[in-house]
Nanobody, 117 residues
């Protein structure tokens, strides 16, 4: 059974930084685009950033130039470095693994990020 386990969430002041990490297991990592999404209660889950197995990266406009996504194909991890955090970045952040080739889509359990203003 595929597992995605997030870590690194927490409480931070506005302007601060956090680093989220997602560890994948029981997955052929190289077949998956990895991503981070976030959700505020009552709202739809939204894309934050994705990175393909070949390293192609996509960011939401709201986080571009502040967040950096990276992956380690040997360690089966994907990280999200979040700098210059804003109150509006407060959300539950979810790790995602998606493969069009394999028609598979997996989610982690989520980690809370709270930015105090």
């Amino acid at each position: 059974q595929v597992q995605l386990v997030e870590s690194g969430g927490g409480l931070v002041q506005s302007g601060g930084s956090l680093r989220l990490s997602c560890a994948a297991s029981r997955i052929n990592f190289s077949y998956y685009t990895m991503g981070w999404y976030r959700q505020v209660a009552g709202n739809q889950r939204e894309l934050v950033a994705t990175i393909s197995s070949g390293g192609i990266i996509n960011y939401a406009d709201s986080v571009r130039d502040r967040f950096t996504i990276s992956r380690d194909n040997a360690k089966l991890t994907v990280d999200l470095q979040m700098n210059s955090l804003r109150f509006e970045d407060t959300a539950v952040y979810y790790c995602n693994a998606a493969s069009i080739l394999l028609n598979r889509n997996y989610w982690g359990q989520g980690t809370q990020v709270t930015v105090s203003s």
